[in-house]
């Protein structure tokens, strides 16, 4: 909004670290000195109202080894199981049905995810929204599985594709650009193998015919004799819908 003043910060780095500490100031007649890190991990100091700005420096200065080591408390403790919209949610990773489970870090955790069989743990902090982490981490997972789709489909194509890509597509699985290159559809990953690699052939033949008449469709068939039962069971899977992550 504008005219609204920048929050008050001092910052200041201890053994190599930088720290960052929130200046709230009171007016209140007997206000003190106080520092504290709340359970976010975040790291306030409370001074008189009127205190010169060199003044507080100063103090956050004197403090910065006891700041240092609580901070670095509040961030090692383990994460507490938070329930939420996605929590106990099963989705579809390659064919394999996954149960969700979101934990929620204290402090301002990097957000992780981790595979046990079929469970499928994800570490956020309060302000993360478990379902982007997650589709953040299945486009990452993608990249290489669909990389080894490629090569091993294109020979049967009788093509040599250039870079492959995953990017977000709203409407679509895949598309090729002039240059060679192939971009999936990072919800792939939520699909059956034996589906993915009908999206696969699908756009490895696009770069033989860029249009879908009958020279195409004889290529796709040709490299891939059962291609219409994988691509009926697409139109059924996008009819039913996939789970809604974003």
């Not at 219409?228 to 899977?237: F, G, H, P, S």
Request: hydrophobic share 45%; glycine share 6%.
């Amino acid at each position: 909004m504008a005219g609204q003043s920048a929050p008050e910060v001092v910052r200041l780095r201890h053994n190599g670290v930088a720290l960052e500490v929130a200046v709230v100031r009171s007016s209140a007649r007997h206000a003190s000195y106080a520092l504290q890190v709340l359970e976010g991990g975040e790291a306030i100091v409370r001074v008189p109202l009127r205190t010169p700005k060199r003044d507080v420096q100063t103090f956050v200065e004197s403090k910065a080894a006891w700041l240092a080591a609580a901070l670095e408390r509040v961030a090692a403790r383990p994460p507490v199981e938070e329930p939420g919209d996605m929590d106990g949610a099963i989705i579809p990773i390659w064919g394999v049905d996954h149960t969700i489970k979101v934990l929620l870090a204290i402090g301002r955790p990097r957000p992780k995810v981790t595979v046990d069989d079929t469970k499928l743990a994800v570490m956020v902090g309060i302000m993360d929204a478990p379902g982007r982490v997650i589709a953040r981490w299945l486009a990452a997972q993608a990249v290489p599985r669909l990389r080894a789709l490629v090569d091993q489909w294109s020979p049967a194509v009788g093509v040599s594709p250039g870079a492959v890509l995953v990017r977000e597509q709203k409407t679509r699985w895949g598309s090729c650009a002039h240059d060679g290159s192939i971009r999936f559809n990072w919800r792939l990953a939520l699909l059956d193998p034996w589906v993915v690699e009908g999206v696969v052939v699908h756009e490895l033949c696009h770069l033989l015919e860029a249009n879908h008449g009958p020279a195409f469709w004889e290529h796709v068939v040709r490299a891939q004799p059962d291609h219409m039962a994988r691509r009926k069971r697409l139109r059924e899977i996008e009819k039913a819908g996939l789970p809604n992550l974003l």
